[in-house]
């Protein structure tokens, strides 16, 4: 089954900011990573984090809570080149798997 | 190359035929990961390959498929007697080494079976 869980979909308002979040199974997990695919694109890596906290790279920052089994993709000065798909994905047991992804649909 | 290459880009065959894709990683990359995306859905893990150990193959759909990789590099994923089902995206991505979650990936292959 899929064990990790992300939302469908999300819309959000261009200059605003998003939470994308993500549950994942703890057995073999070893961290959590995110990654964007624009319509037609390959899948490119934004960030990682293997340990509980706060990751922050430009606009983009990424969250870990293993003692929740939880992490997001948070979004900040949204514009429009940001409409992507965006997946979470786990280290687990030396291997990355991912989740279904999330469309994020962004208004003017 | 500076990253990692599929070919074809593209690939049209009618259903029963074998079917061969290529991926050549990142120089240097000792991980090679194959995933499969239907279109607007996720990215299903098929197999992926660390140096010169053996294969994890645990996600390849049936024994239809099938993936080698040669010399720690190139990497061919076979589809035997291939099915519309089988019609995706097929991605191949590398990483630098060991569980790193670092992948880089290529433009993938469109797989059209009619």
């Known amino acids: 089954g899929q064990s990790l869980e992300q939302p469908s979909e999300v819309t959000a308002v261009e200059g605003a900011i998003v939470q994308i979040n993500c549950t994942y199974q703890?057995?073999?997990?070893?961290?959590l990573s995110w990654y964007q695919q624009h319509d037609g694109g390959a899948p490119t890596f934004l960030s990682y984090?293997?340990?509980?906290g706060l990751e922050e790279t430009g606009r983009f920052s990424s969250f870990l809570s293993r003692s929740d089994s939880y992490g997001y993709l948070l979004l900040q000065e949204l514009q429009m080149k940001d409409s992507a798909s965006y997946f979470c994905?786990?280290?687990?047991?030396?291997?990355?798997?991912f989740g279904k992804g999330t469309r994020l649909h962004i208004l003017p | 190359g500076a990253g990692v290459s599929q070919s074809p880009s593209n690939k049209v065959t009618e259903k029963g035929k074998d079917v061969e894709l290529r991926c050549d990683p990142i120089?240097?990359?000792?991980?090679l990961y194959w995933y499969r995306q239907s279109l607007g859905q996720g990215l299903e893990f098929l197999i992926y390959?660390?140096?010169?150990?053996?294969?994890?193959k645990s996600g390849l759909p049936s024994d239809r498929f099938s993936a080698e990789r040669t010399g720690g590099s190139v990497s061919t994923l076979t589809i035997q007697r291939t099915q519309q089902e089988d019609s995706a995206v097929y991605l191949c991505?590398?990483?630098?080494?060991?569980?790193?979650?670092?992948?880089?990936f290529g433009s993938g292959t469109q797989l059209s079976v009619l």
């Open positions: 991505a590398s990483s630098r080494d060991r569980g790193n979650e670092k992948l880089f």
């Open positions: 703890t057995s073999g997990f070893y961290g």
């Open positions: 984090n293997g340990l509980d």
């Open positions: 994905a786990e280290n687990r047991d030396d291997k990355i798997i």
């Open positions: 120089s240097g990359h000792t991980a």
């Open positions: 390959f660390q140096g010169n150990s053996a294969p994890d």
